[in-house]
């Protein structure tokens, strides 16, 4: 499977290159990458049935980069650097030029980042509710009152876009790995979106 573009650049969305890994995860014992002008791609290998030798669907003159370290790399881009450093760590992810990364790691690592993320969303929730605009939240109530500002004379849609304001706030802060993120803040965010 080829990828356009290596890796995403800073900041962007590594989800495709992810999405090559757990495809060819699925399919084969172990994955290879190769750089084919500016785009990465993702190759099984697999073991020979009769005699277990290990076969790379690549060409013979090409030589793999280092799959793990590309694999990470996508990581980041996708996840928050804490879930991706805290999969690499747990699962010793070190760099490893031309050997292949094997399926079953490629499956339990994203299955460790996407546990990670879900986790992670959740221990904002009680704060996302407390200062939600659609919720009439506690905090939301309070933070209008503190600016003399009627919450409650606010239409719904105006309310979803607060919200939505929001949680692209909580989506940065956990992308930085900055979850939980403290109400002090949220509460900043807040007056931000009703200034």
């Known amino acids: 499977m080829s990828i ?12 495709p290159l992810l999405d090559a890994f757990r495809q060819e ?27 277990r030798r290990e076969v790379a669907w690549v060409s013979a003159d090409e030589v793999p980069p280092d799959a793990t370290s590309v694999f990470v790399q ?15 760590r747990a699962l010793d992810l070190q760099p490893s030029p031309g050997q292949p990364l094997s399926s079953r790691t490629v499956t339990q690592a ?3 980042a996407e546990t990670g993320h879900k986790a992670l969303s959740g221990v904002d929730f009680f704060t ?9 939240g506690p905090q939301f109530r309070r933070v209008c009152a503190s600016l003399e500002r009627a919450g409650l004379s606010l239409l719904p849609a105006q309310r979803e876009h607060i919200d939505r304001q929001l949680e692209q706030r909580f989506l940065e802060a956990q992308s930085r790995g900055a979850s939980p993120v403290p109400p002090e803040v ?6 931000q979106a009703l200034g």
Do not use: C, Y
């Open 186 to 191: 949220v509460e900043g965010w807040l007056k």
């Open 25 to 51: 995860a699925s399919r084969h014992d172990a994955v290879h990458v190769t750089l084919d002008d500016s785009s990465w791609r993702v190759h099984g290998v697999g073991v020979m049935p009769q005699s």
């Open 128 to 136: 996302r509710l407390q200062f939600s605009a659609v919720a009439d």
């Open 4 to 15: 356009q573009n290596p890796l995403p650049p800073p900041g962007a969305n590594g989800t």
């Open 74 to 88: 996508a990581l980041q881009q996708s996840f928050s650097s804490g879930i991706s450093q805290a999969v690499a």
């Open 110 to 112: 994203l299955d460790m």
